[in-house]
């Protein structure tokens, strides 16, 4: 079996989370082949993504603030490149 290679898109999220970020532990996951012809869908297979993240930076902070220094890594991106990304976000040690 062989493994999907990564993308463009989904290598400059990974990229950009772990500079601004440095997590501790980081999925980025494309889920744009289940959004295939839906909105959104430029046809490029990496439109929709999912992200985990584990980082000392979000110590301290809620919800919508650790959504905001993920926003802030990739803004460009969700301006110009992705349509949809979900996030599971939380402080090192933290339980799920």
Same mark, same amino acid.
């Given at each position: 079996?062989?493994m =999907?290679? %990564?993308? !463009?898109v @989904?290598?400059?999220? +990974?990229d #950009?989370? %772990?500079h !601004?970020? +440095? =997590?501790?532990r980081?999925?980025?996951?494309? @889920?744009?082949?289940?959004?295939?012809g $839906?909105m959104?869908?430029?046809? %490029?297979? @990496?439109?929709?993504?999912?992200?985990? /993240? @584990?980082?000392? !930076?979000?110590?301290?902070?809620? #919800?919508v603030? #650790?959504?905001?220094l993920?926003? $802030?890594?990739?803004a460009?991106?969700?301006a %110009?490149? /992705? $349509?949809?990304?979900?996030?599971k976000? #939380? +402080?090192?040690?933290?339980g799920?």
């Amino acid at each position: 079996m062989t493994m =999907p290679s %990564t993308g !463009a898109v @989904e290598a400059a999220i +990974a990229d #950009r989370l %772990t500079h !601004a970020l +440095a =997590p501790s532990r980081l999925v980025v996951l494309n @889920e744009s082949h289940h959004h295939a012809g $839906h909105m959104g869908d430029d046809g %490029t297979g @990496e439109t929709h993504f999912a992200v985990e /993240i @584990e980082s000392a !930076a979000f110590a301290g902070l809620n #919800r919508v603030q #650790r959504q905001r220094l993920v926003n $802030h890594a990739l803004a460009e991106l969700l301006a %110009t490149r /992705i $349509h949809a990304l979900s996030m599971k976000l #939380r +402080a090192t040690g933290e339980g799920d």
